[in-house]
């Protein structure tokens, strides 16, 4: 939930009390009653197309664009506005769940595993120098071979009047049963709430990256290669 505190925060307006989100996000956003922004005249139709958008971050010469339900709230920088807001939501909406592994599970001693937002399934072997970072779901029967890295950030980068502002990855890792990740590969977490996904069966090969909020299928055979 965003609140009238959480804009008030950063875009230092004076909002009712009743002012709420449920959701902070992109233009194609799927959730009802989403906070979003616009930094051109071209973005107009498709937030006023999607029914889901409830409030827009925009500038004053573009407001009087809006559909008629769509809540305007003013900012000379939009983007900077948005993404600021966004990493404050999510960051401050971020929980700490204690890392469970299955007594079955086969980790090597030289691996590292974060104690809190990690979930291993049954009979997973995971091989020398892996590195499991928090928000990665891992099925049941899987191999992550050497030096893989799983639950990194990637740069998901906005220029602003203030520099870069990297976003927030609040999306996870979800692997599902019977996959096999190769030595050296590096598998980034979701971004904007969408999960990074590698669906069951799945051979990823040695040295792949593969980046945010990537969904891969059944079955697949990936073989050394960034996907994006």
Known sequence: MITYK??????KHEFPENISFNNIGLVGCSEKNTLTYCI???????????????GV?????????????ILPILADEPQLAFFKLYNHVHMSLYKK????????????????IAEHN?????????????????????????????????????????MTSEGLIN?????????????????NTTIVKGVYGQDTIINQGTFVSNNCHIGHSVQIGKYCLILTCFIC
Not at 103 to 111: F, G, L, V, W
Not at 168 to 176: A, D, L, R, T, V
């Open 57 to 69: 971050i925009i500038q004053e010469k573009l407001k009087a664009k809006l559909r008629n339900d």
């Open 97 to 112: 769940i204690k890392t469970k592994i299955d007594r079955t599970a086969i980790i090597h001693k030289s691996s590292s």
């Open 167 to 183: 976003v927030f990855h609040n999306g996870k890792i979800i692997i599902q049963e019977n996959v096999s990740i190769g030595a």
């Open 40 to 54: 051109d005249q071209k973005y107009i139709h498709p937030i006023n197309s999607n029914k889901n958008i409830t």
């Open 6 to 11: 959480h804009i008030n925060e950063i875009i």
């Open 118 to 158: 990690v979930i291993i399934g049954k009979n997973v072997t995971i091989e020398p120098n892996v590195s499991i970072l928090p928000d990665v779901v891992i099925g049941d029967n899987c191999v992550i071979k050497a030096n893989a890295v799983l639950g990194v950030d990637d740069v998901e980068a906005k």
